[in-house]
């Protein structure tokens, strides 16, 4: 794993251990923010079940003001950390530790980009929580901004007070583009 462009470009981040997460590939990655533009530039960023902290990190790279990570599982938090340190953005990232499904937001925030990527079998198993997490996130979300949705191709779910403006596959993954409705 690797940031692909900006500020950081080119330095190699710490993937996850075993199966708890799954990174996207640099090629997706590089797609997903090709079809972003720099529309996130000096916004600050929600990576949701943030596994090492790719996505938040390349998005602090081109740019964003801030990141706000949300990893529950301790291993990960740790090379989440590793990470953050190695590019020096410590003082640029927020790591939430709790569950975020539970996670209450202390103050109001609001988010140009949200990145919303949970294990696949959350989709399956738990869509009534996903539902009700995407009703949190969406009145922080900025009126322009955009929520990326990550899943298997063969799960749907709708988001609640959010809509599709784009949908593309990558292989064994389909990523969603979201806007306010």
Avoid: C
Avoid at 9 to 38: C, H, N, Y
Avoid at 62 to 81: D, Q, W
């Amino acid at each position: 794993m690797r940031i692909i462009a900006g500020e950081f470009r080119g330095r190699v981040l710490l993937g996850p251990e075993g199966e708890q997460t799954r990174p996207v590939t640099d090629r997706a990655k590089q797609s997903i923010f090709d079809t972003l533009g720099d529309a996130f530039a000096e916004t600050k960023v929600f990576d949701v079940f943030s596994g090492t902290g790719s996505f938040g990190l390349e998005a602090l790279s081109r740019g964003a003001s801030h990141a706000v990570f949300f990893e529950s599982h301790r291993p990960t938090v740790a090379r989440l950390r590793q990470n953050i340190a190695t590019l020096k953005v410590e003082d640029r990232a927020t790591i939430v530790t709790s569950d975020a499904f539970r996670w209450q937001s202390a103050e109001v925030k609001v988010a140009g980009l949200i990145s919303l990527d949970p294990p696949y079998r959350f989709v399956r198993e738990q869509p009534q929580q996903l539902r009700q997490l995407a009703q949190k996130l969406a009145p922080l979300l900025a009126t322009d901004g955009v929520l990326i949705f990550r899943r298997d191709p063969a799960d749907r779910l709708e988001l609640p007070g959010l809509k599709v403006r784009e949908s593309k596959l990558y292989g064994q993954m389909e990523v969603e583009f979201y806007s306010l409705l």
